[in-house]
């Protein structure tokens, strides 16, 4: 099995609905996104997806987040902008995009240099 890994970023505003305590005011991230996905075969040069790719479509995924108020984009006018939320939709947007025997290990999004959330599928 092969697994690769791309990082990225965005920047953006949210708040969290229901919260007691400072993020339920309206506060920024420089958000870091990390992609791990897998593979048990390489193509015919070799390699399992192009990193360049991996990324553009990450990028093209995360794309309408970037310089916006989370809670302003759907599905986070339903379910909080939270860091869990955020790499769960990601990952499953990915999974609808990525070329056939790619597959997504996880997602992690961090919302600071020590704080992130990663989801993943048993």
């Not at 991996?54 to 995924?61: S, V």
């Given at each position: ?19 007691k305590g400072k993020c339920e005011n ?43 108020c989370l809670n302003t984009i759907f ?48």
């Amino acid at each position: 099995m092969f697994e690769l890994t791309i990082e990225t970023d965005f920047a953006s505003a949210h708040q969290l609905r229901g919260y007691k305590g400072k993020c339920e005011n309206m506060h920024g991230h420089n958000w870091k996104v990390q992609v791990t996905v897998t593979s048990d075969k390489l193509n015919n040069i070799d390699i399992a997806i192009d990193f360049g790719d991996l990324r553009k479509i990450t990028n093209d995924i995360i794309a309408p987040l970037d310089h916006t108020c989370l809670n302003t984009i759907f599905p986070f006018t339903e379910i909080n902008p939270s860091s869990e939320n955020i790499s769960k939709w990601i990952y499953e947007s990915l999974k609808k995009r990525l070329p056939e025997g790619i597959n997504v290990a996880s997602v992690t999004v961090w919302e600071s240099e020590t704080a992130s959330a990663t989801y993943y599928e048993d």
